[in-house]
C-alpha cells in the first residue's frame, strides 16, 4: 500500500512516499503508488513529492488517467517444452530418447518483471517420466569387520541388474570403497601393519581413504569381476572416514562417470563417522576443499585435508542432484536416520548383518525416495522473496513450508506448483539477477530471469537536460523539473545560497502577517513550500500554506463524515449528502416503512432520520408502538427463550429473537416505571406452559428495543408431601382405632344383654324332678354265684 505500508517497512515506507523527489522513488514506495506528470497538476504550495500518490487519489485530485505513471510488472515465458510422456518398451527399442532430451518440469526458462511489492506468479508442472535412466555407485566401508558383507556384495551387480530392470531399461552400475585416513591415530603406521593391517593370519590389503574401483557401467559382470577382487582391509579406530569417500563421489563426475539421470548412492557401513575437526587427532587442519583429488582412482589428499562437515556435503550433494542411501547395520540406524533428517532427499535402510538383503534394501530405499518431489531455489537477491504452493496427487493442497513439496507420487503421476516471487524496493541497484529452482535429486531446473521496475517510462523518453521550464539549470522530466545540484524551487531558479532572504520571505507572508507561510511551510525562493504531515494523505495547501485537508468538521469519527472530501478545512459533500460535516442524507429510502410510507405517515425524515410526530410511535421508521394492545403477546415467546431458555423458540430464540437487548433485574420494583424515562414503557405479565408468571417491560429508546425482565418465574408453590402423607397415615391409624374401639365397645354392650337375657330366662325356668326314662345307671352290679358267705 503507498500510503499506509506494511510494518517493518512502515517507516521507510512512509518517508519514500512523502519524500519522493521523482518518479523512479515513487514506484518503489508501494505498489499502488502512482507519479502524476501532468504539468498543472500541482497547486500553489504543493510540493513536488505530492504527484507520487494512490492512483485512485491522483484521479480525484484531477490527474488525467494517461497522465499518470503507474508500471505493472509481468511474465513472460521463454522456454516452454512439455513434460515427456513415455511408456516403457519391453525388447530393444529403435527410437530411445537420450537422458538430455526427456522432460520432466515445465516450463523451462521465463522471464519475470518485477515491480516493487506487485507479486508475480506462475505455474510449474512436474511429471515423473516412465523407463528414465538411473545411475547407482556402491560406496563400502572395506574394514575388517565387513568381511562377511563382501562376500554377499561380490554377486550384486548381475543380481541389482535384474531388479533395477523391471524399473528401467537404462541402469548403470559403479563401485567404490573407503576405510580410512592413512595417518595415526587412525591407522597403525608400523611398516607391517602398513603392508597388512590385519592380526594372525588373515591376508588383508593396505589401508586407503577411498578408492574408485569401477566407475559406473551397464556391465554386471564386470562389476562381479571387479568387486569380486577386493580385499578387507583394517584400521584402529571404529569411526571411519566414509564422508570423505562421499565427498569424492560427489565431486568427481567425471571420473565417476555420473550422467545427467537419476543418481543414486549407496553408503554401506557397520560404523559411525568422523567429521569436520576430527582430523585434528591426526594433525589435519586444513578444511576440506570439495574438489576432486583422485589420482589413478584413489583420494591421494586424505593425509592434507580434514574430513568434510555434514554441511559441506549437504552442499555438494543438493549441486550435483546426488540422492543417498545408508544402508547401515541395526546398531547404527539411530545415528544415520539424524544424518538423514539434515541430508535432503536421502534414505536409510536396515542392513542385515551380513548384507544378504542389500537388494531389496537398495529397491524400497529408492521408491521411498522416488515418491517426493521438493523444490529447491538457488541464493535469492536480497529483497526478494518466493512463496510456493503445490497441488498434489488426489487434490492434496500444501502451502507456506509444505508448499514445495508433493508425496506418494507414482510414476506418470503429474504435480502442479504455484511460485510467487515478490520483491521489496529496487535490489541491486536495478541488475537483472537470475535465479533457479529444481527438484531435489533431479539434474532438471527452471531459469528465471528477475528484471526490476525500478524506473518509470517518461524517466526516458522525453527528458529535456538544461530545460528552459527549469531555467536551463535542472532535467525536465515526469512532469516536473530535476535539478543540478545547488539549485532549488520548482523551476529550479534559485541558488540554495541566496534562499534566506528578507525580499524573498515578504511575498511568503499572507496580509502582510508576521507568520512564513502560516507557520505551516517554509518560503523558497520566494514561494512557499508547505511541510509535509507524518500522514501522507494530510496535505497543507495554498499560496500561504493556509490551506488543508485535515481539519474539517467530523461525524462519527470521520472526516466529513466519511462522505465528502476536506478543501480549504471546509467539506465538500458528495451527492445526496449535506451539512457542515456531510453527515445529513438527502436519501429518504431509509425512511421507508414496510407501507412504503415515508415514517409510516407518523413523522418527518430529516437527514435520513424519522423524527416522529406521533408520540404513542417509535422506532427507526415510526412503526413500533410500544404501548398499543397486543404488543405483550408479540414478544412474549422471544423473551421466554432468551430470559429463561424455554418455550415454543427455545430451538430458533438466536436467529429470531435478538432484536432487542435484554436486561434482566432481581426482582418486580427494579422494573422500569412509566415515569422513569421519557418514552413510553409498556409493563407486561405472561404465564408459560407450566403456570408459571414472569414480569417484563417493554420499550423503544430511540432506534434501540429494551427488554427489562425478571430473572425468576413466579410459580404457584406446590404441596407439602410430608406433612400430607404423615397427615393420612395418622388419619388411617386413628380411623383404625376408632372402628376398633367401636367394635370392642359394640361386643361389651352385645355380650352383657345376652347375659341380661340368660339370668332372667334362668330366673323365669321351672325344673321337674321326675326320673328320665331314658336314663340308665352308669353301674351295674354283678353277683359270684359261687360265693357263699364264707371265707
Known amino acids: 500500500d503507498c500510503a499506509i505500508p506494511l510494518l517493518p517497512l512502515t517507516l521507510l515506507s512512509l518517508l519514500s512516499f512523502a519524500n519522493a523527489k521523482h518518479c523512479g522513488e515513487c514506484i518503489q514506495a508501494g505498489a499502488k503508488c502512482g507519479w502524476c506528470e501532468q504539468e498543472d497538476f500541482l497547486k500553489q504550495g504543493e510540493a513536488l513529492s505530492t504527484r507520487c500518490d494512490e492512483v485512485e487519489s491522483l484521479k480525484e485530485r484531477g490527474c488525467n488517467d494517461s ?13 516452454n517444452k512439455p513434460v515427456t510422456n513415455r511408456k516403457k518398451v519391453t525388447g530393444v527399442e529403435t527410437n530411445k530418447p537420450k537422458p538430455e532430451e526427456i522432460t520432466q518440469i515445465q516450463p523451462q526458462k521465463l522471464r519475470l518483471n518485477l515491480r516493487s511489492g506487485q507479486p508475480q506468479s506462475f505455474d510449474l508442472k512436474f511429471k515423473r517420466a516412465e523407463d528414465y535412466p538411473i545411475d547407482l555407485y556402491y560406496l563400502m566401508d572395506l574394514s575388517y569387520s565387513m568381511k562377511d558383507d563382501l562376500e554377499n556384495v561380490k554377486n550384486l551387480g548381475t543380481s541389482l541388474m535384474l531388479e533395477m530392470k523391471k524399473i528401467t531399461s537404462d541402469f548403470h ?55 569380486g577382487k577386493q580385499q578387507i582391509s583394517g584400521n584402529l579406530d571404529s569411526p571411519e572416514g566414509g564422508f570423505d569417500a562421499i565427498m569424492q563421489v560427489a565431486v568427481c563426475g567425471k571420473e565417476i562417470g555420473w550422467r545427467n539421470v537419476t543418481r543414486l548412492l549407496v ?189 518509470c517510462q517518461c524517466q526516458n523518453n522525453d527528458v529535456v537536460k538544461k530545460s528552459e521550464k527549469c531555467s536551463l539549470n535542472g532535467t525536465f522530466e515526469c512532469g516536473a523539473c530535476r535539478c543540478f545540484e545547488g539549485r532549488v524551487g520548482r523551476n529550479c531558479e534559485c541558488s540554495s545560497n541566496d534562499m534566506a532572504t528578507d525580499d524573498m520571505d515578504q511575498t511568503c507572508r499572507k496580509d502582510n502577517s508576521t507568520d512564513i507561510c502560516s507557520n505551516n511551510g517554509e518560503c523558497v525562493c520566494g514561494t512557499c513550500e508547505c511541510k509535509k504531515r507524518p500522514n501522507p494523505e494530510e496535505r497543507y495547501s495554498g499560496q500561504f500554506c493556509e490551506c488543508d485537508n485535515f481539519n474539517c468538521d467530523r461525524s462519527g469519527n470521520k472526516l466529513c463524515g466519511g462522505n465528502g472530501r476536506c478543501v480549504c478545512r471546509e467539506c465538500i459533500c458528495d451527492p445526496m449528502w449535506s451539512g457542515r460535516a456531510c453527515d445529513c442524507s438527502l436519501d429518504n429510502s431509509t425512511c421507508l416503512a414496510t407501507n412504503k410510507q415515508i415514517c409510516n405517515g407518523r413523522g418527518r425524515c430529516e437527514c435520513g432520520v424519522c423524527k416522529c410526530t406521533d408520540p404513542k410511535f417509535q422506532g427507526p421508521t415510526c412503526e413500533t408502538c410500544p404501548t398499543c394492545p397486543g404488543v405483550c403477546a408479540e414478544h412474549k415467546l422471544c423473551v421466554q427463550c432468551r430470559a429463561f431458555g424455554t418455550g415454543e423458540k427455545m430451538k430458533t430464540c438466536k436467529e429470531e429473537c435478538s432484536y432487542f437487548n435484554l436486561i434482566t433485574v432481581k426482582d418486580r420494583n427494579k422494573l422500569p416505571q412509566p415515569n422513569d424515562y421519557p418514552y413510553p414503557v409498556m409493563h407486561c405479565k405472561e404465564r408459560d406452559a407450566n403456570d408459571c408468571w414472569f414480569y417484563y417491560t417493554y420499550a423503544v429508546n430511540d432506534t434501540e428495543r429494551e427488554v427489562h425482565v425478571v430473572d425468576k418465574l413466579d410459580c404457584p408453590s406446590g404441596p407439602d408431601i410430608i406433612p400430607i402423607v404423615a397427615g393420612v397415615v395418622a388419619g388411617i391409624v386413628l380411623i383404625g382405632l376408632a372402628l376398633l374401639l367401636i367394635w370392642k365397645l359394640l361386643m361389651i354392650i352385645h355380650d352383657r344383654r345376652e347375659f341380661a337375657k340368660f339370668e332372667k330366662e334362668k330366673m323365669n325356668a321351672k325344673w321337674d324332678t321326675g326320673e328320665n326314662p331314658i336314663y340308665k345307671s352308669a353301674v351295674t352290679t354283678v353277683v359270684n354265684p359261687k360265693y357263699e358267705g364264707k371265707c
Request: glycine share 8%; net charge negative.
Open 267 to 455: 553408503f554401506s557401513t557397520d560404523a559411525g563417522f568422523h567429521f569436520a575437526g576430527d582430523g585434528k587427532l591426526g594433525g589435519i587442519v586444513l578444511p576440506n576443499d570439495g574438489k576432486c583429488h583422485l589420482e589413478d582412482n584413489v583420494y591421494t589428499m586424505s593425509h592434507y585435508y580434514d574430513y568434510p562437515s555434514i554441511a559441506h556435503l549437504v552442499q555438494k550433494l543438493s549441486d550435483n542432484n546426488i540422492q543417498t542411501i545408508f544402508a547401515v547395520t541395526e546398531e547404527f540406524q539411530p545415528v544415520y536416520q539424524e544424518l538423514k533428517n539434515l541430508i535432503p532427499k536421502s534414505a536409510v535402510g536396515t542392513l542385515s548383518a551380513n548384507s544378504s538383503n542389500v537388494i531389496n534394501l537398495i529397491i524400497d530405499a529408492y521408491n521411498s525416495l522416488s515418491s517426493e518431489v521438493i523444490l529447491d531455489n538457488s541464493k535469492l537477491p536480497e529483497g526478494v522473496e518466493i512463496e510456493y504452493k503445490s497441488q498434489c496427487k488426489n487434490g492434496v493442497v500444501n502451502d507456506k513450508d509444505d508448499g514445495r513439496k508433493c508425496s506418494n507420487i507414482s510414476i506418470g503421476d503429474e504435480v502442479n506448483f504455484n511460485i510467487t516471487v515478490t520483491s521489496k524496493g529496487c535490489p541491486n541497484d536495478g541488475k537483472s539477477e537470475t535465479i533457479k529452482i529444481k527438484p531435489l535429486g533431479f539434474t532438471e531446473e527452471v531459469e528465471i530471469i528477475l528484471n526490476f521496475i525500478c524506473d
Open 173 to 227: 552400475i559403479g563401485f567404490g570403497s573407503f576405510v580410512e585416513k592413512t595417518v595415526m591415530p587412525y591407522i597403525s603406521t608400523t611398516p607391517s601393519k602398513l603392508l597388512n593391517p590385519c592380526t594372525g593370519d588373515q591376508n588383508c590389503t593396505s589401508p586407503f581413504s577411498y578408492k574408485n574401483v569401477l566407475s559406473l557401467t551397464s556391465d554386471g559382470n564386470m562389476f562381479n569381476s571387479l568387486v
Open 67 to 79: 497522465q499518470i505513471q503507474n508500471p505493472i510488472g509481468k511474465k513472460s515465458i521463454i522456454t
